[in-house]
């Protein structure tokens, strides 16, 4: 392995407590309309106390069940474990004040930088044990390199455990700035250091990416219980909102039967008929699901998920019709949602009426007015164009969705193939124009006429993502911290 992979490795394993590059890089996301907004709401006003261009920062959910979190660059990445290991809605806050912390402190940008400097130990020791082994002593060469890498790894350790410590202390500035309790960050690491203690290994400090858990709880603690704040608690309602995103996690990430044995048909509450609802969906017991999130959307008519839920599983079995008032109503109550607008476009496509085809184009469109790289939103419209027999524009829409999935050389083609069939100078002609361009590889075959003319300013090119996900960074490359 070459030095530089080396440390990039070592970069990576800050990710997770004990996470390897292959986890870092398998990294799998999911898109949920409540779950962003709950973080979003919790995640924006960190942002912009801690002097972060809120509105700039894409947070990822990451479908693993471990506790933790990581940030990078433009990204802040949540584990759905954290979401449903956490007691509170401020220990989730406290973690993201951490995570925003390595991005107002610029960490993962830093940390290139002490892998070069970490990497020269390690180099001197490669010019030595060569040294050694051409003076005819290949047995001290080995303790040479051994030396080299054990000092340039002990130098890397040491800036990450400082980066962390960092981290943990602005952590508690921006929620003292919000006038919010940072307790949550106090009941993190006793979980962590209870943890620690269970686990009943050894564990060398020194060896870690990141502070013992005891190590931080001390620092943190004086702090935070010194805090003006410190006893201000999570609303009642604040909780509630938590366990129904709790109940959702575990309906749909856990076996069916795991969820129906956490929430029996004796729990009443809300969330159990969340969790229920889900779990029944999935295990093909449509009408014991409808019945489970009727109650709820009965209880609760202003709640835009439960309708956006009841209209998924009407869609899913093939009940297109009857899904439409479902999503259309979720639509209303939350104007301004992509991932709502494009379930309503599916169910309006599905419906196979002709009228229903055009308002589904238009929520599409809508949908992409709000977020313009969403590939699985641009493949649906595609589907839509299709079925009005408009190929032009379907071709034109699947380049969109294949130039924002990542697949470069799918979008340059179908963009071509668009571009020949439109008129010259119109926005879809130029839309087409600007995918061309900004995928034309190098050497490939000739721009079509008017393109060099006419060149606009290409749009910025999305590396990867998965269909529904937003695009994700290698965490390798990005350097990320991890919590």
Do not use: C
């Given at each position: 392995?070459?030095?530089?992979?080396?440390?990039?490795?070592?970069?990576?394993?800050?990710?997770?407590?004990?996470?390897?590059?292959?986890?870092?890089?398998?990294?799998?996301?999911?898109?949920?309309?409540?779950?962003?907004?709950?973080?979003?709401?919790?995640?924006?006003?960190?942002?912009?106390?801690?002097?972060l261009p809120e509105d700039s920062i894409q947070i990822i959910i990451v479908n693993?069940?471990?506790?933790?979190?990581?940030?990078?660059?433009?990204?802040?990445?949540?584990?759905?474990?954290?979401?449903?290991?956490?007691?509170?809605?401020?220990?989730?806050?406290?973690?993201?004040?951490?995570?925003?912390?390595?991005?107002?402190?610029?960490?993962?940008?830093?940390?290139?930088?002490?892998?070069?400097?970490?990497?020269?130990?390690?180099?001197?020791?490669?010019?030595?044990?060569?040294?050694?082994?051409?003076?005819?002593?290949?047995?001290?060469?080995?303790?040479?390199?051994?030396?080299?890498?054990?000092?340039?790894?002990?130098?890397?350790?040491?800036?990450?455990?400082?980066?962390?410590?960092?981290?943990?202390?602005?952590?508690?500035?921006?929620?003292?700035?919000?006038?919010?309790s940072s307790k949550g960050a106090i009941d993190i690491w006793r979980k962590m250091?209870?943890?620690?203690?269970?686990?009943?290994?050894?564990?060398?400090?020194?060896?870690?990416?990141?502070?013992?858990?005891?190590?931080?709880?001390?620092?943190?603690?004086?702090?935070?219980?010194?805090?003006?704040?410190?006893?201000?608690?999570?609303?009642?309602?604040?909780?509630?909102?938590?366990?129904?995103?709790?109940?959702?996690?575990?309906?749909?990430?856990?076996?069916?039967?795991?969820?129906?044995?956490?929430?029996?048909?004796?729990?009443?509450?809300?969330?159990?008929?969340?969790?229920?609802?889900?779990?029944?969906?999935?295990?093909?017991?449509?009408?014991?699901?409808?019945?489970?999130?009727?109650?709820?959307?009965?209880?609760?008519?202003?709640?835009?998920?439960?309708?956006?839920?009841?209209?998924?599983?009407?869609?899913?079995?093939?009940?297109?019709?009857?899904?439409?008032?479902?999503?259309?109503?979720?639509?209303?109550?939350?104007?301004?949602?992509?991932?709502?607008?494009?379930?309503?476009?599916?169910?309006?496509?599905?419906?196979?009426?002709?009228?229903?085809?055009?308002?589904?184009?238009?929520?599409?469109?809508?949908?992409?007015?709000?977020?313009?790289?969403?590939?699985?939103?641009?493949?649906?419209?595609?589907?839509?164009?299709?079925?009005?027999?408009?190929?032009?524009?379907?071709?034109?829409?699947?380049?969109?969705?294949?130039?924002?999935?990542?697949?470069?050389?799918?979008?340059?083609?179908?963009?071509?193939?668009?571009?020949?069939?439109?008129?010259?100078?119109?926005?879809?002609?130029?839309?087409?124009?600007?995918?061309?361009?900004?995928?034309?590889?190098?050497?490939?075959?000739?721009?079509?006429?008017?393109?060099?003319?006419?060149?606009?300013?290409?749009?910025?090119?999305?590396?990867?993502?998965?269909?529904?996900?937003?695009?994700?960074?290698?965490?390798?490359?990005?350097?990320?911290?991890?919590?």
């Open positions: 392995m070459s030095l530089r992979k080396a440390f990039l490795s070592l970069a990576a394993a800050t990710v997770a407590f004990g996470g390897s590059l292959a986890q870092a890089q398998g990294i799998r996301t999911l898109r949920d309309a409540e779950i962003e907004k709950f973080l979003d709401d919790y995640a924006r006003p960190i942002f912009r106390v801690a002097g693993d069940g471990s506790f933790n979190a990581f940030a990078g660059g433009r990204y802040m990445g949540v584990n759905t474990g954290l979401l449903t290991i956490a007691d509170t809605p401020n220990q989730i806050e406290s973690v993201i004040a951490h995570e925003a912390g390595h991005l107002a402190g610029g960490h993962s940008a830093r940390t290139g930088d002490a892998i070069a400097a970490a990497s020269r130990p390690m180099l001197l020791g490669l010019l030595l044990a060569g040294a050694a082994i051409a003076a005819g002593a290949p047995e001290a060469s080995i303790g040479l390199l051994g030396l080299g890498q054990t000092v340039g790894q002990a130098n890397f350790l040491i800036y990450s455990r400082g980066q962390e410590s960092t981290a943990d202390q602005s952590s508690i500035t921006y929620l003292d700035k919000l006038g919010h250091r209870n943890n620690q203690i269970i686990r009943g290994r050894k564990i060398n400090p020194y060896s870690q990416t990141h502070p013992m858990a005891n190590v931080r709880l001390s620092a943190l603690q004086r702090r935070v219980l010194s805090s003006p704040y410190y006893d201000r608690e999570d609303s009642p309602e604040d909780i509630e909102r938590l366990h129904y995103i709790q109940a959702k996690i575990y309906g749909f990430l856990h076996d069916p039967k795991v969820a129906l044995r956490k929430y029996p048909l004796t729990d009443q509450s809300g969330p159990a008929q969340y969790a229920r609802a889900v779990a029944f969906y999935r295990t093909g017991l449509i009408d014991k699901g409808l019945v489970e999130i009727r109650k709820l959307t009965t209880a609760q008519p202003d709640n835009p998920y439960f309708h956006e839920l009841e209209g998924q599983m009407l869609f899913e079995f093939g009940r297109a019709r009857e899904a439409v008032g479902p999503h259309q109503r979720s639509t209303e109550l939350l104007t301004d949602n992509a991932l709502l607008r494009i379930n309503l476009g599916r169910a309006l496509l599905a419906t196979g009426e002709y009228t229903d085809r055009e308002k589904a184009v238009k929520e599409f469109k809508r949908a992409l007015l709000l977020e313009s790289g969403n590939s699985f939103g641009w493949f649906e419209l595609a589907r839509a164009y299709g079925a009005m027999d408009n190929e032009t524009l379907a071709m034109l829409a699947t380049a969109e969705s294949r130039y924002h999935a990542g697949a470069e050389r799918d979008a340059n083609q179908f963009a071509r193939r668009a571009i020949a069939k439109l008129r010259r100078g119109t926005p879809e002609w130029r839309q087409a124009a600007d995918i061309i361009l900004a995928t034309q590889p190098e050497g490939g075959p000739p721009l079509p006429g008017g393109i060099a003319d006419d060149e606009a300013p290409a749009p910025s090119k999305p590396k990867g993502g998965e269909k529904r996900g937003p695009d994700v960074p290698d965490p390798a490359l990005a350097g990320p911290q991890g919590f």
